[in-house]
Nanobody, 121 residues
Framework: VRLVESGGGLVQPGGSLRLSCAAS????????MSWARQAPGKGLEWVTG???????YYADSMKGRFTISRDNAENTVYLQMNSLKPEDTAVYFC????????????????WGKGTLVTVSS
């Protein structure tokens, strides 16, 4: 299993970024996928997840600003982040579940190495 995140970088407050996670080594279309993040000096925080059927779930603080999506033809999951705030600064990780319908941290089986998002003026 391989999960490779990309798209991180420096963005000003109020700006947007789209993260990508390219997946390989497993049947992507039948796997639930998630994004989590770790801010400097803090623990891992679940951000959002998507079932194999496309159902989406979000942490309350991300609702309305972040959107998860998946492209099964490209074996890629995306995280569109809008209205970014300095407190969104973190390393963002992609994760997969050997299941179709569970997206929370304790159910994830494989993780990527992460991509750094810095929100600062």
């Amino acid at each position: 299993v391989r999960l490779v995140e990309s798209g991180g970088g420096l963005v000003q407050p109020g700006g947007s970024l789209r993260l990508s996670c390219a997946a390989s080594g497993f049947t992507f279309s039948t796997s639930a996928m998630s994004w989590a993040r770790q801010a400097p000096g803090k623990g891992l925080e679940w951000v959002t997840g998507i079932y194999s059927d496309g159902s989406t779930y979000y942490a309350d603080s991300m609702k309305g600003r972040f959107t998860i999506s998946r492209d099964n033809a490209e074996n890629t999951v995306y995280l569109q982040m809008n209205s970014l705030k300095p407190e969104d600064t973190a390393v963002y990780f992609c994760a997969m579940c050997n299941c179709s319908d569970y997206v929370y941290l304790d159910g994830m089986d494989y993780w990527g190495k992460g991509t750094l998002v810095t929100v600062s003026s």
